[in-house]
């Protein structure tokens, strides 16, 4: 998908991504732009390691949306104050960015019994901050039999911190 010149907020965190994913060493990760269906411009960050969360971004005029690991996600809107008191959506997107690449982070992952997803939880510490980060519902018969596992991501770079 092309990138849309006149929207600035959307150029602004290409941007802001492209310069955070050249300070990663070679090959750590990969940035790949519209792969999704999305009227805005999507992009997905694989990392090289199989241990660290994959990260996709979903923008738009009015903001972006962030999924992590398995599928928690979290939306932030443009006008910024989101997480970060005082700080633009761009520069909170890059902070979570920065979190997810130095790993040390679990997501709990609920299946049913078919192992679909059925909900997704993690906690990122951003800047002496947690935020939850989810995603899902509610079982549609409790009593069905469902699991909980608790995947643990690396960093980007090396072992968890």
Do not use: W
Request: charged residues 20%; proline residues 6%; contains cysteine.
């Amino acid at each position: 998908m092309a990138v849309n010149p006149s929207l600035g907020f959307e150029v602004e965190v290409l941007s802001q991504v492209r310069r955070l994913m050249e300070s990663l060493p070679p090959l750590a990760a990969r940035l790949e732009l519209g792969r999704d269906q999305h009227p805005g411009t999507s992009f997905r960050i694989i990392p090289s390691r199989a241990g660290a969360a994959p990260i996709l971004v979903m923008i738009s005029e009015s903001g972006a949306a962030i999924s992590v690991g398995k599928g928690s996600y979290r939306e932030l809107h443009s006008s910024g104050s989101n997480i970060l008191p005082g700080r633009p959506c761009s520069s909170e997107l890059i902070a979570i960015c920065e979190a997810v690449f130095r790993g040390g982070f679990e997501e709990k992952v609920v299946r049913d019994r078919n192992a679909e997803i059925i909900s997704t939880s993690l906690s990122l510490s951003i800047e002496g901050r947690h935020v939850v980060f989810g995603s899902g519902g509610i079982l549609k018969n409790p009593f069905q039999k469902h699991t909980v596992e608790q995947v643990g991501y690396c960093s980007y770079l090396g072992e968890a911190v």
